[in-house]
Structure formats: structure tokens, C-alpha cells
């Protein structure tokens, strides 16, 4: 039995991408989509060449992290062509071929694995420093399928997201496991909604001037500070959302063996910028989270 012609189309595809990088979580709505999203526009924003692709395919919130919803892929005889945000971040996803967004996508694993198989084979994304896969949470086919054909032409390795509990911990271990069985390199991890950070500025004397009990007082308080020392206001207040006291995601690289790349924040204009499509680093609101997750881009 020859080569199989598929796996020869997709290295022949992949030939012009330098970096292949996944995007992966053991949990769902623990930060994948918007760690891949932010991730793309940052290298995009330090004048890499990108590519994002979303596998996830019975949940696809690529498009509108990315301010893309309700564009179509256009085919020419080079192939799919990505939507671009800009002329050097390009998307490819299964949302945008999607007829009705809240139609459920109910394939089973052949018929996923089959598209997969088409993205990285048929998308004409041309020369690419940079290709970011934002995959589903967990290991399943689909994960086994895109390991198995990046592995026929390289891939640099995977960023796993996770939050500071035990409960997405326990699956972040499944994770790494996955990634050393199928011989995956593990670039770090990432620890996303450890804690709820904002600066008073943004938050406790300003709502308290404007709605507490003790508004006047308040009020006054706030003008004290901004005239006497505006620096208090800039202090970040955080508090523990979710319980970390096991030592969340650095405790368990250290166990496991694999980098830790740092906390980001939960922080409601991160929040607002994926909403609406935006790159937090282009956002000044974005005061909390974005220098977080800028410095786990350059640990990488
Ligand atoms: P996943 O891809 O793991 O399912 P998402 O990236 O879709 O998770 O994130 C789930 C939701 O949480 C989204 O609405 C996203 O904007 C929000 N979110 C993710 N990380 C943060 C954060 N650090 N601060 C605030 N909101 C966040």
C-alpha cells in the first residue's frame, strides 16, 4: 500500500506554515477559545504572519472572537480562502459555513475527523509564520486526528488553558497524558480566571460614589484620593473565585513536569473585547489582563 494521498496533500499544504501550535483544554468554558483568539491577534500585532483554525467543531466561537460572524469562505483554484481580520490574520472555521448559527452540529467522529482532514489539506493560507489550532475540550477523534496529520509535517507543540480548581485540574493532567502518549510537546500551561481583579478605579469607589449608601461620603473620599494620591486608585483588588488552596496550575506543572506560563486574570473588559471581537492589547481597559497575557506570549 502507496502513501496515503491525503497525508501527502496536507504536508504538501503545510510546507509553507513555519509554527503549528495547539490550543488545548480538558475542560469547555474555561478560556481555550479566547487564550487562541488573543493569542493570534498579539503574534499578528508583532507583524507575524497568522493563521487561526477552529476545530471545535460542535461549538465554534472562533468567528465571533475574531469580529467575523456571518462571513462566508470564499473557494478559488488555490483553495478555501480564510476570512483575514487583517491581511496577515487569516480564520478558518466551521461557523462560517455554518447556514443557520444555532442550528446543533450532530456529526460523529468520521464524519468531524473528514473535515479536519479538508482544513488542513484544502484551506490556501499561504506563507504562515504561525498557525494556532484552537481545538474541543477533552481528547477525543478529533484531537487524535489533528495530532496524526501535524505530526506528518511538525508541529511545534500545545498550550493547555485551564482554571485554578481541582476539577479542571484532575482533567488538565488527562491533557498532558494525551499529549506525552501521542508524543505532543507541551509548551505550558495556561491558568485562566485565577481570580477577579480590578483596579479601584475601575470598580469600588466608583460604583460606591455613584450608587452606595454612603454616597456623599464616599464621593468625598474618592475626590481626597484623586487629588492627594491618585496611585491608590491604580491598586488592583483580586479576590479568589475559584478555589486554588491545592496550588493550582503551577503546583501541578511542577508535579507533572511541564512549564507553567502563567496566571491570566478574570477580567470583564477581557471579557467585553472577546464579546465584541476585539484584541484586548489593543484595548486600554484591558489594564488587568492583558500585560498577563502578553507575558505568557513571550514565555513561549
Ligand atoms: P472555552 O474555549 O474553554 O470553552 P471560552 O474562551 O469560550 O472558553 O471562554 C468562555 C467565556 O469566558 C467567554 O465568554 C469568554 O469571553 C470568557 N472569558 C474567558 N477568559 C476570561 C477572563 N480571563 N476574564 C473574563 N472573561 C473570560
Not at 499561504?126 to 487524535?144: K, M, R
Not at 511538525?154 to 488553558?161: K, L
Not at 479601584?200 to 484620593?225: I, K, N, P
Request: glycine share 10%; aromatic share 6%.
Amino acid at each position: 500500500k502507496g502513501p496515503d494521498p491525503d497525508l501527502l496533500a496536507i504536508v504538501e499544504r503545510m510546507a509553507t506554515v513555519k509554527h503549528k501550535i495547539l490550543v488545548l483544554s480538558g475542560k469547555g468554558g474555561v478560556g481555550k477559545s479566547t487564550v487562541s483568539a488573543q493569542l493570534a491577534f498579539a503574534l499578528a500585532a508583532m507583524d507575524f504572519q497568522v493563521g487561526l483554525l477552529d476545530i471545535d467543531i460542535c461549538g465554534p466561537s472562533i468567528p465571533k472572537m475574531l469580529g467575523l460572524e456571518g462571513q462566508d469562505i470564499h473557494q478559488s483554484n488555490l483553495g478555501w480562502s480564510p476570512v483575514y481580520v487583517e491581511s496577515n490574520l487569516g480564520v478558518m472555521s466551521i461557523g462560517f459555513m455554518l447556514p443557520d448559527p444555532d442550528e446543533a452540529v450532530i456529526w460523529r467522529g468520521p464524519r468531524k475527523n473528514g473535515l479536519i482532514k479538508q482544513f488542513l489539506k484544502d484551506v490556501y493560507w499561504g506563507e504562515l509564520d504561525f498557525l494556532v489550532v484552537d481545538a474541543p475540550p477533552g481528547t477525543s477523534d478529533e484531537h487524535i486526528s489533528i495530532v496524526q496529520f501535524l505530526q506528518a509535517t511538525g508541529i511545534d507543540g500545545a498550550i493547555i488553558v485551564t482554571t485554578p480548581q481541582q476539577v479542571s485540574l484532575i482533567d488538565v493532567r488527562k491533557e498532558v497524558s494525551f499529549c506525552k502518549k501521542v508524543g505532543v510537546q507541551v509548551l505550558g500551561v495556561v491558568e485562566n480566571m485565577s481570580g477577579l481583579c480590578q483596579p479601584l478605579s475601575d470598580f469600588t469607589f466608583m460604583q460606591m460614589a455613584e450608587t452606595g449608601e454612603h454616597r456623599d461620603a464616599t464621593s468625598w473620599v474618592l475626590q481626597c484620593l484623586r487629588e492627594k494620591a491618585p496611585e491608590v486608585l491604580n491598586l488592583v483588588a483580586c479576590t479568589e473565585v475559584f478555589d486554588s488552596s491545592g496550588g493550582g496550575a503551577a503546583k501541578m506543572c511542577e508535579e507533572v513536569g511541564v512549564p507553567f506560563l502563567g496566571k491570566v486574570p478574570l477580567d470583564p473588559q477581557l471579557c467585553k473585547a472577546a464579546e465584541e471581537g476585539r484584541s484586548c492589547f489593543a484595548d486600554h481597559r484591558c489594564r488587568v489582563s492583558a500585560p498577563a497575557l502578553k507575558g505568557i506570549i513571550e514565555k513561549l
